[in-house]
């Protein structure tokens, strides 16, 4: 009789059905408490304490989601990251130790999709990941069923069917969180979303402790389609501007 596992979260997951996650992480202490509450949530865990080992065992074992110190031997988290994601796109949580926002935006810039600071709850690590793959499937699921036309918004193009961006005819590179974040505001431009709106529809994260993820983001978000096209609304959150008619 095939096995079974229940995570945490009440969903019931075959061994076949099981996502894969790869914790890349130098500190034995941290690498063995994250593996085992995952393992406790249903995933399939590998690890890797270095750089080097964290991009082979990616094209190996071809996981479903990363879990990333920035910090490691060999080469950093960034290089990491940049090399895994050129091999074949895939979700990245990212872990630093320093509550530095430079940080955040480089790793944001070189693919990941979000981040944590240590130190950091286990339970809220978990919650992470399973919001990230829920993101992904939901992604997918839309390429699958996209909807008909590309948004034009002035010299913005947003193609939901292959889920890219053009910013004056020139494509734009963006993770899977930027874009979704995108479309999001695109979906009511002009109109002033909350950080905790935009938490809850993007990462399906309801705890307003994460709202600064919404502003690393925003910033990422900025850099690659122009500043001056989101809107700050100082105290409340961000807009999309668009061209007046």
């Known amino acids: 009789m095939e096995q079974t596992h229940t995570a945490h979260n009440g969903t019931t997951a075959t061994p076949g059905a099981q996502r894969r996650v790869l914790v890349v992480e130098d500190d034995p202490t941290i690498v063995d408490a994250i593996a085992a509450r995952l393992r406790a949530e ?13 991009v082979d065992t990616a094209e190996a074992w071809q996981p479903d989601l990363l879990i990333l ?53 286990m339970r809220e690590l978990a919650a992470r990941v399973h919001v990230l793959l829920r993101r992904m499937e939901r992604a997918a699921l839309a390429a699958a069923t996209p909807r008909s036309g590309i948004l034009r918004l002035g010299e913005l193009e947003i193609d939901h069917a292959q889920r890219r961006v053009r910013v004056r005819s020139e494509d734009v590179h ?18 002033v979303l909350s950080r905790e709106q935009l938490l809850a529809e993007v990462w399906d994260w309801a705890d307003a402790s994460g709202t600064r993820t919404v502003d690393s983001h925003i910033k990422a978000l900025r850099r690659k389609i122009g500043a001056e096209r989101i809107r700050t609304v100082h105290g409340v959150g961000y807009a999309l501007e668009t061209p007046t008619p």
């Not at 910090?71 to 988290?77: I, K």
């Not at 630093?96 to 600071?117: H, I, P």
């Not at 963006?174 to 109109?191: H, I, K, M, Q, Y």
């Open 69 to 121: 110190d920035i910090m490691l031997p060999g080469f950093d988290g960034l290089e990491v990251c940049r090399r895994v994601q050129a091999q074949r796109p895939v979700p990245v949580l990212m872990l630093t130790a320093r509550d530095d926002e430079t940080d955040m935006l480089v790793g944001l810039g070189v693919g990941a999709d979000d981040y944590m600071t240590k130190p950091f709850s």
């Open 174 to 191: 963006l993770t899977p969180t930027e874009f979704d974040l995108l479309v999001c505001l695109a979906n009511t431009p002009r109109a």
């Open 42 to 54: 249903g995933f399939l865990v590998q690890t890797a304490g270095d750089g080097p080992a964290a």
